[in-house]
């Protein structure tokens, strides 16, 4: 028997679009001699189409859609597609995430999720019903276990915690299932795919069962999704698995153990390179941006931002402009200049010296007998970030934004300054790792300025300022962040483990405090385990 698991790029809310994605798969699967064609969760709707699943209009035409599919591939073998159903009952949530089995022109059965994940970016339990009991599809003689997504994510063995209370893979066990098939949309994060890959196997080897998840591909908002669709042997030895970050369709010999590994690379610059290409990529193009810009300082952070948007968009859709003021070091432009030269990208030069003079005349004498301070900073970061708006608006160009996930934490970033823009693209990056990503990009094709690698990091809005200046070394905080923000620890755990207390207390308040900051921010595109986005549940207002 022949599964092909179509991993598709599917758009939140394109019904036609997706449904075209879905006909074109399948009809390449079933050219290649598939049995059975499966397509990821929600493919239909695409994951997660959010509070459009409370538009009754909405999934009506889901279904209609799904109907139409069915008919156009009345001559094609089996489909399941991933794709929200009502639920007839009057109790509970109205829908379920469903699979839906298309056969001869016509809609089939309807197979249900069980665990509805509320977790991180996660919030499922808002619109489905969760499915109780195990859900069988017997096709060409094999009985085959439905399930999707978060239902292979709670295994006894393998989590030292779980979630929930059943586990939807053991009662697939339990009522015979002969391989477990699960249709996924799980979302990326930096060495996901290897814990998934351990998890799965371990999961056929503990039931003698072959396993394979087809997973969604693709930019959604924040989300990022990899791909990566895999298939493990009853030994639980993975025996096929499709591209990482691109479209694929990946054809399974289930009795026979046979398929295809696509080449790949799990070191963390890598993982995280692809996503962020495909995250600006799939960003701009779902959103109709064909252009975007960005402003160059000459630092590290719009050096490695304009490197991604390259990669994504192609050099000659990107603009980089440079807005020196009077603080600005010759070094930092002239490494501004190579940078864009080395990429090819188009450059523009709007110096804002003038600007902030006339802004010191008009203040003049409201400011009279205070001492210059950040106000003055954060007003050149406002010029900047004006002019990067007023190009965007004039040339309908995506701006992106080029803080990193450290100075996002503690608030090092100005509100209507160097926060302004469309999509925040590695503002989940701490500090060290933007300088990891950046010479890991380097030793492919050298274009970042090895003087911007190697300078101290400096904002430039006053004479011989550094970062350093007004937080601790990157390094140091960066240990402090990973420990607070992704794992979750107070500031006594973090000083158990043997941090200076005044410094942990500092940086948490900071944390803390740059709340409001990040609640205006543009969306961040997710790669750790906690991103600032849409997993970031923090009140602004709280004490601590």
């Not at 009985?143 to 915690?161: A, P």
């Not at 209370?165 to 699960?182: C, F, K, S, T, V």
């Not at 004006?386 to 190009?391: C, D």
């Amino acid at each position: 028997m022949r599964l092909a698991l179509l991993q598709i790029n599917p758009t939140a809310g394109d019904l036609e679009g997706n449904a075209s994605l879905i006909v074109r798969a399948a009809r390449a699967a079933a050219a290649q001699g598939a049995d059975l064609m499966v397509t990821p969760e929600l493919a239909l709707m695409g994951y997660l189409p959010r509070d459009l699943l409370m538009n009754q209009g909405f999934v009506r035409r889901g279904c209609e859609k799904l109907s139409q599919i069915a008919k156009e591939l009345k001559d094609a073998p089996p489909l399941l597609v991933g794709v929200a159903t009502p639920n007839p009952s009057d109790v509970g949530r109205p829908l379920y995430n469903s699979a839906v089995l298309l056969e001869k022109g016509a809609v089939g059965p309807a197979f249900h999720k069980s665990l509805l994940p509320t977790y991180d970016v996660f919030d499922e339990d808002r619109y489905f019903e969760p499915y109780q009991g195990a859900q069988i599809l017997e096709i060409g003689g094999i009985k085959l276990g439905i399930s999707i997504c978060e239902d292979v994510w709670n295994d006894r063995d393998f989590w030292k915690r779980r979630r929930y209370h059943q586990d939807p893979i053991e009662a697939l066990a339990q009522a015979g299932a002969q391989a477990i098939l699960n249709l996924s949309a799980s979302p990326f994060t930096a060495g996901k795919q290897e814990l998934r890959e351990r998890m799965l196997g371990h999961m056929a080897q503990k039931y003698g069962l072959p396993v394979m998840i087809v997973n969604q591909v693709g930019g959604n908002d924040d989300l990022i999704f990899d791909g990566r669709s895999a298939a493990f042997d009853a030994n639980g030895k993975l025996f096929a698995r499709a591209k990482g970050f691109e479209e694929d369709v990946l054809l399974v010999d289930l009795r026979g153990g046979e398929g295809t590994i696509a080449p790949d690379d799990f070191t963390a610059e890598s993982e995280i390179w692809n996503a962020l290409v495909l995250g600006v990529r799939d960003y701009a193009r779902k959103t109709r941006f064909k252009k975007v810009l960005l402003g160059l300082s000459g630092g590290i952070d719009s050096a490695l931002t304009a490197a991604i948007a390259v990669d994504a968009m192609g050099a000659e859709n990107v603009l980089g402009v440079m807005m020196p003021s009077i603080y600005s070091s010759q070094g930092s432009v002239d490494d501004s200049v190579v940078l864009a030269q080395n990429l090819g990208i188009q450059t523009m030069k709007l110096p804002i010296g003038d600007i902030m003079h006339t802004y010191d005349g008009v203040l003049a004498e409201a400011f009279a007998g205070l001492k210059a301070d950040v106000t003055e900073e954060n007003i050149q970061s406002r010029i900047r970030g004006n002019l990067l708006m007023a190009l965007s608006n004039k040339f309908g160009s995506l701006l992106l934004t080029t803080g990193n996930k450290s100075e996002m934490s503690v608030g090092y970033c100005t509100l209507y300054g160097d926060m302004n823009g469309g999509l925040a693209v590695i503002a989940d990056l701490p500090k060290m790792m933007v300088y990891r990503v950046s010479r890991w990009r380097n030793l492919r094709a050298p274009a970042i300025p090895e003087s911007t690698i190697t300078k101290p990091p400096s904002a430039e809005l006053r004479p011989d300022q550094t970062d350093q200046d007004s937080l601790p070394p990157y390094e140091l905080l960066d240990e402090i962040l990973e420990l607070h923000v992704e794992q979750c620890q107070s500031a006594e755990e973090i000083i158990a483990k043997g941090f200076d207390e005044q410094t942990v207390r500092r940086v948490l308040r900071l944390v803390r405090i740059a709340e409001f900051k990040r609640k205006q921010a543009a969306p961040v595109l997710k790669v750790t385990s906690r991103a600032f986005g849409t997993g970031w549940r923090m009140p602004i207002v709280r004490q601590e």
